[in-house]
């Protein structure tokens, strides 16, 4: 309902954009914007490759954190939750989704790989891009549904007298805590 109410009033190119955070292989903490799609029986969508530094640092440790800030309404969400990979099926769903150009970097591109010809690699996405072919999902490209166990729902207020609203699931029941600004 916030992120309805954030979407009709923004003016964000990405509206969908949230911070996903997830622990590094090394322990520390990384963090990186990525899409929200939606939300499905209850868990939080976004994809993206599988064999990207977030996707092995999920693989390794499936605890990730979601943070929105919604700028039009002054609202911040924190979830806290387990990832789950998509199915094949959903994976190509998004995939087809996609428009072209994305597609092809996701079908030219090896995300987060040092590049050894800048030039070379964007001809490769231009030829892909513009060519009839249907571009097919590569294998490593898809996502993750994550469940939350921790949300917390922020209304900012220029006071500083913050209203904070923490749910927490124990035993499949949410619990509702008020919390100090
Ligand atoms: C607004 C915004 C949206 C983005 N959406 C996605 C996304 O949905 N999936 C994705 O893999 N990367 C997305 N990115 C790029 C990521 O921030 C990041 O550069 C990329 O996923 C590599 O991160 P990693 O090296 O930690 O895997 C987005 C970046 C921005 C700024």
Not at 61 to 88: C, D, H, M, P, Y
Request: net charge neutral.
């Amino acid at each position: 309902m916030w992120f309805e109410e954030e979407l009709k009033l923004s003016k964000a190119q990405i509206p969908t954009a949230v911070c996903l955070s997830t622990v590094g292989n090394d322990n520390h903490p990384n963090a990186r914007f990525v899409s929200y799609k939606e939300i499905i029986e209850d868990s939080f969508i976004i994809t993206g490759p599988l064999n990207s530094r977030k996707g092995t640092e999920i693989e390794h440790n499936n605890k990730v954190a979601l943070t929105f800030w919604w700028t039009e309404t002054e609202r911040q969400v924190r979830i806290q939750g387990v990832a789950t990979k998509l199915s094949e099926e959903r994976a190509d769903k998004y995939f087809n989704e996609r428009d072209r150009d994305s597609q092809a970097v996701s079908s030219v591109c090896e995300q987060g790989k040092e590049v050894d010809n800048l030039e070379q690699l964007q001809k490769k996405v231009l030829e892909k891009a513009s060519d009839e072919i249907k571009i097919s999902r590569p294998a490593n490209w898809g996502g993750f549904s994550i469940k939350p166990i921790r949300m917390e729902f922020m209304e900012f207020k220029q006071s500083r007298f913050h209203h904070r609203k923490l749910y927490e699931i124990e035993k499949d029941v949410w619990n509702l805590k008020q919390i100090q600004p």
